[in-house]
């Protein structure tokens, strides 16, 4: 079957998150759980130069990726992907405890997202979003009756190799490596 020209984007498959390090290499994926919700958007800041009582020129600043992320759930290595902090088990079967700990001093840390949904006009879609850092919040609820849901909101950045973010369409459903 022949890629179709046009992608039909889906639902929501799975995401991803990946660890950058301070020297700008990405590390190995992470399952974020029960995934439900990867929105971007495209933004911009502008500056406009006005003289003689009319707009003379309007620059940009640089695009940058708006982006919010919602999953069922909570994987605290997932969490620390994009929070910081450490996780530690300790413990032995049938008492091991995992937790994840965040100090004051923990700054956050940019990281790099990809989502995947089927496409109806054949194989998946793939979004990666090169250099995310969660600047917005960061958040979970517990509510009576209600499963945990874990969200985060920020920016995104261009990487090293000044990319932003990507769509990729796969002939063949093609998993988040």
Known sequence: ???ASSALPYGLRDVKVRPIDD???VGA???LPASRTFSFSEAEDFEELRGDDKVIAIRGKGPKVEWELESGGISLEAYKVMAGGTV???GVTPNVVKS???LVTDARPYFQVEGQAISDSGGDWHVVVFKCRASDSLEGELSDGQFWLTSASGEAIGDATDQL???K???TVTAIT
């Open 165 to 167: 973010y990507e769509f």
């Open 88 to 90: 530690s088990t300790t």
């Open 23 to 25: 020297a700008g290499v």
């Open 169 to 171: 369409h796969n002939e």
């Open 100 to 102: 994840f700990k965040k």
């Open 29 to 31: 994926s992470v399952d």
């Open 1 to 3: 079957m022949a890629l």
